[in-house]
């Protein structure tokens, strides 16, 4: 079952949120206004009433703590503080999700990750890099399908992967907007684990893929669209969901989204596990998009054909609610973004990391639990 964040909290939250939509207003926009006005307030109280030669020391101490609690700039990929205003390139590495090929590497690092299904029912991993992360070791790295490639489109990225089918690597061939790094043509930048069973092996770096970009003069700058980002909200104002789970139709794929009200996450388990990076640590997210879209298997192989272009169902989970949605990306090199169903407006995330569940419309819809329902 799905509850709109709007059903489960009070009514002076639902009186607040239409006087928000009357007026045209967001919460980042008010969450503005009131720091402004009691930035304005403190200045004028300490300018009559604090003594003349304590004053600067006071303002300064004043406004240096608001900037510390605001953002002069923040990633167009996940909204986190960052030191300037300039998109820096974005590096998407195929992620191996099959049983043989965990624990993965590298991915709670990412900005980004998309998750679908590469054949049968196993789903693969799109994980998008801040070009300045830091991961000693990414993987394993695997092949490209054409949907997953569509997705790197919309950040006009350096595309890292093992081969892939006929089709995607056709379109890699002719699609200038993505820089292609295939590991069959470009080895030195790949390495593989004898810890690990083939094909299950193959492994990249930050290091090495920073070295790829610098070797063949790839621009550094980028101009994908951004999301709209905004504070966290207090815990008070959190939601009361307990869990989400996704149906893939694999018992070692199907996964659950524990939410963690004290630290405002998303813990992740896969068929039944937590799902646990090599060094112990389980993954994590702020936000959760699931996309529904047409999806249907093309050869006996299990391979599929993936929608990732037009508009269909989604559902955001961010903060313990969950709210009805619609996905929408109009072409290849625009960004897939969601809208609330209830007031029409686009979702705003919480910054941090995002995963973006990508279901066939076709498949069982998302189990929520709730703590009113234990």
Same mark, same amino acid.
């Given at each position: ?8 909290? %009070? ?13 045209? !207003?967001?919460?980042?926009?008010? &969450?503005?206004?009131?720091?402004? *006005? ?10 009559? *009433? ?5 004053? #600067? %020391? ?8 608001? %900037? ?11 909204? @986190?503080?960052?030191?300037?205003? +300039? ?15 965990? $624990?993965? /590497? ?7 990750? *998309? ?32 949907? *997953? ?22 379109? !890699? ?6 820089? #292609?790094?295939?590991?069959?043509? %470009? =080895?030195?930048?790949? &390495? ?17 893929? @920073?070295? =790829? ?7 550094? +700058? ?13 815990? /008070? ?13 694999? !018992? ?20 039944? !596990? ?7 640590? +389980? ?30 169902? =989604? ?30 407006? /686009?979702?705003?995330?919480? $910054?941090? +990391? ?9 498949? $069982? ?10």
């Amino acid at each position: 079952m799905v509850k709109n964040k709007s059903s489960i909290t %009070n009514g002076a939250v639902d009186k607040g949120k239409k006087l928000l939509k009357k007026f045209g !207003l967001t919460p980042l926009m008010i &969450w503005i206004g009131v720091s402004g *006005f009691s930035i304005v307030m403190v200045a004028t109280l300490l300018i009559v *009433f604090w003594p003349a030669g304590q004053l #600067d %020391n006071v303002v300064n101490d004043v406004l240096s703590n608001v %900037n510390n609690d605001e953002c002069e700039f923040r990633s167009n990929l996940d909204g @986190k503080c960052v030191e300037n205003d +300039q998109n820096t390139l974005p590096i998407v590495v195929m992620i191996d999700n099959h049983v043989d090929a965990r $624990p993965p /590497e590298g991915i709670d690092e990412a900005s980004i990750v *998309f998750e679908a299904i590469a054949e049968g029912t196993i789903t693969r991993l799109v994980a998008v890099f801040d070009m300045n992360m830091e991961p000693t070791d990414i993987g394993p790295v695997r092949s490209a399908r054409p949907y *997953f490639v569509d997705y790197a489109t919309e950040f006009g990225a350096v595309y890292a992967h093992v081969g892939g089918s006929d089709e995607a690597l056709s379109i !890699l061939q002719r699609r200038k907007s993505v820089y #292609d790094l295939n590991e069959f043509s %470009n =080895a030195a930048y790949f &390495w593989r684990d004898p810890a690990r069973v083939a094909p299950h092996s193959v492994m990249t770096s930050s290091e090495l893929l @920073k070295r =790829a970009i610098e070797t063949k003069e790839w621009s550094t +700058q980028s101009s994908f669209g951004s999301w709209i980002f905004r504070p966290e909200v207090d815990k /008070e104002d959190r939601g009361d969901m307990i869990s989400a789970r996704i149906d893939y139709r694999s !018992l070692v794929h199907n996964i659950t989204w524990v939410y963690d009200n004290e630290e405002n996450v998303y813990w992740r388990s896969q068929g039944g !596990l937590k799902h646990k990076m090599a060094d112990g640590t +389980q993954l994590s997210a702020k936000n959760i998009a699931i996309v529904y879209t047409e999806s249907t298997p093309i050869d006996d192989y299990g391979r599929r054909r993936t929608t990732t272009i037009g508009s269909g169902k =989604a559902v955001v989970l961010q903060e313990g609610y969950a709210i009805e949605a619609k996905w929408q990306r109009d072409n290849l090199n625009d960004r897939t973004r969601f809208y609330d169903n209830e007031t029409g407006n /686009e979702i705003n995330f919480v $910054p941090g +990391q995002t995963w973006i569940e990508v279901i066939p419309d076709h498949f $069982p819809e998302i189990e929520i639990k709730y703590s009113d329902e234990e």
